[in-house]
């Protein structure tokens, strides 16, 4: 089974709709992210939640909005999609502790047009 | 803040020859360090990381990393390199204390070569 599943791997989708992007992680970690990598490859984090709770968020736009249900799942929703949304989207998730290895998923490459 | 910087975004060698890409960072205390490696049209791949001890640490795929303080580096090396190798690689660093959060570098491209 994979550590880190995010769905879906792929999206195309039209400026000014709104979308989600599912994650799940079944390694027992109690922090989760989301990571952003722009079309130089550029890997820069967005959100990080501990055990629900949000603990880091780095100067995203208002229109993503994550939501973690439980320490498993954290879901990016985006409203209002615009062409410069369009990258690949990591989900990741470590242990607690500071320092201990990030696991990421596939990612989800989102295109906007 | 810590940074990270790779100073060569693309590297080519031959099949065979030996690997380094290189991996500066600035951070004020000794740092958590990581070398990912990501094939096209996947994720990321943890290759190895540093976080105390030994400054020269094996990872998977035969690569290796040596962590010099008096350098802030973390180069990446692989004696010899096979096709599949051909990826991007990122550096990245970990502070400590915080809440985990890895800052990336811009990420070398290598191409192997037959």
């Known amino acids: 089974d994979t550590a880190v599943s995010q769905t879906p791997k792929y999206l195309v989708t039209q400026m000014g709709n709104d979308k989600s992007i599912k994650c799940e992680q079944n390694?027992?970690?109690?922090?989760m992210y989301w990571y952003k990598q722009d079309s130089k490859k550029f890997l820069k984090i967005m959100f990080s939640?501990?055990?629900?709770?949000?603990?880091i968020n780095e100067t995203v736009p208002n229109r993503f909005s994550p939501k973690s249900p439980d320490k498993a799942h954290l879901n990016l929703h985006i409203n209002s999609l615009e062409l410069g949304d369009s990258a690949v989207y990591f989900c990741?998730?470590?242990?607690?502790?500071?320092?201990?290895?990030?696991?990421f998923g596939e990612g989800s490459w989102l295109t906007v047009v | 803040a810590q940074s990270v910087t790779q100073p060569d975004i693309h590297i080519t060698v031959s099949e065979g020859a030996s690997l380094e890409l290189r991996c500066n960072y600035s951070?004020?205390?000794?740092?958590?360090l990581f070398w990912y490696v990501q094939s096209p049209g996947q994720g990321l791949q943890l290759l190895l990381k540093y976080f105390s001890g030994d400054t020269l640490v094996q990872g998977i795929k035969g690569f290796e990393a040596e962590f010099k303080r008096s350098q802030s580096s973390f180069n990446l090396r692989k004696p010899s390199v096979h096709w599949s190798d051909a990826a991007e690689y990122f550096c990245?660093?970990?502070?400590?204390?915080?809440?985990?959060?890895?800052?990336f570098g811009t990420g070398t491209r290598l191409q192997v070569t037959l």
């Open positions: 951070y004020g205390a000794t740092p958590y």
């Open positions: 990741a998730s470590s242990p607690r502790e500071a320092g201990n290895t990030i696991y």
């Open positions: 990245a660093v970990g502070a400590v204390g915080t809440a985990s959060k890895l800052t």
């Open positions: 390694l027992g970690h109690d922090t």
């Open positions: 939640y501990n055990n629900k709770e949000l603990i």
